[in-house]
């Protein structure tokens, strides 16, 4: 009974391009497209465009939620 792999091939191939990607000096950044503009960009595109989207932030976040 083989135990050595149980990723799944679509898993193990992400990993291998990730593994390339740190070899060649790229590294991860979670607070990439974290800031405030980029959030409310992603939202208007989202809610189609920004005559859909509010100015304030959290009041178009209540708005979605509505």
């Given at each position: 009974m083989d135990h050595r792999n149980?990723?799944?091939?679509?898993?193990?191939?992400?990993l291998q391009m990730l593994k390339?990607?740190?070899?060649?000096?790229?590294?991860?950044?979670f607070m990439a497209g974290t800031s405030e503009k980029e959030i409310v960009?992603?939202?208007e595109r989202m809610?189609?465009?920004?005559?859909?989207?509010?100015?304030d932030l959290h009041a178009f976040i209540q708005r979605l939620g509505s």
């Open positions: 149980h990723i799944c091939k679509r898993l193990m191939e992400q390339f990607s740190f070899k060649q000096g790229q590294s991860l950044n960009d992603y939202l809610m189609g465009g920004p005559d859909n989207a509010s100015e």
